[in-house]
């Protein structure tokens, strides 16, 4: 039986590893949920394979609260096949067990937008992977009609310390810590927002703890959006801009590129994601980019 009543599922990524911290700081002791044992000190492990429903029942038994934030390949193809597993398992267990389920999300399934990103803007998937995260978004829907709790923290493109996954980090940073240009994609004139892992965390594990976030969706805190050239500038580098020419070559040859090129929409136009409703409710504020960026730089 798991003996903790907050359990981090995908554990061993970024945000899961950030979500833990968070908790372990406001006094918990969460488990973690993942095929290997947690680095995080202070945590109980669990060994589950989410795709397996009844591991996912067994990791949540005795769990107050369960915050789903694994991460998959970033494949159209692996997203269709798994994660609908993952949230049926997710979903599955949280109602067997009465267990509130905080869900985190990205911005995929708004499709194009003109304007802010706001917990109101309508699902409007224009991508493979955006439908994919939008039939998610329905399964969590119907799951809450037969009585799930389920809570949902979105956030935007993501950057932090340790955050191998993140083009920003991947691109940028990496980048320029060696010495080279960072790289943007498109157009680096547009504004972007970044949402900062550690605030991510915070914010998940607020969602969890706090009454008033039950049953909502809510944006995680997010700073401004700056643009690709002044996130590089404030990094200490040079901007070189991958364009639509180069990314379409790459697509022929390269898997990423392939999967990169039809979100490529996210990098053409304003890209802002609003965050007022969370900051206002419960008085938390995003870090600061520039602290978010310094932070980062000091793991690269």
Avoid at 32 to 61: I, K, W, Y
């Amino acid at each position: 039986m798991n003996a903790s009543q907050h359990v981090v599922l995908g554990g061993n990524g970024v945000v899961g590893r950030e979500t833990l911290s968070a908790l372990i700081a406001q006094g918990h002791t969460p488990a973690s949920v993942g095929r290997r044992p947690s680095s995080v000190e202070g945590v109980n492990s669990v060994a589950a394979d989410l795709l397996d429903s009844g591991e996912v029942a067994r990791a949540l038994r005795g769990a107050e609260v369960a915050y789903l934030v694994a991460g998959l390949p970033y494949s159209s193809r692996v997203w269709a096949e798994q994660w609908p597993v993952i949230v049926r398992n997710s979903i599955d267990a949280a109602l067997e067990h009465g267990t509130h389920l905080v869900y985190l999300d990205n911005v995929y399934a708004y499709g194009h937008v003109d304007g802010a990103m706001i917990e109101s803007t309508p699902v409007n998937p224009c991508s493979k992977k955006g439908r994919v995260r939008a039939d998610a978004l329905d399964l969590l829907e119907k799951a809450a009609e037969r009585g799930l709790t389920v809570t949902i923290g979105r956030s935007a493109d993501f950057y932090g310390p340790g955050a191998s996954t993140s083009v920003f980090n991947t691109f940028a940073l990496d980048k320029v810590a060696a010495g080279k240009s960072g790289t943007w994609l498109l157009n680096a004139d547009q504004p972007h927002s970044l949402t900062y892992t550690p605030d991510i965390g915070r914010g998940l594990a607020v969602l969890g703890t706090h009454d008033e976030a039950r049953g909502r969706t809510w944006h995680l805190p997010t700073a401004p959006a700056l643009t690709g050239r002044r996130y590089i500038e404030l990094a200490g580098g040079q901007t070189s801009v991958m364009g639509a020419t180069t990314l379409r070559i790459g697509a022929l040859f390269n898997s990423s590129a392939r999967e990169t090129l039809e979100m490529s929409y996210q990098y053409t136009a304003p890209y802002v994601f609003g965050s007022a409703a969370f900051e206002q409710t419960f008085g938390i504020g995003p870090t600061p980019v520039e602290e978010g960026i310094a932070a980062s730089q000091a793991k690269t």
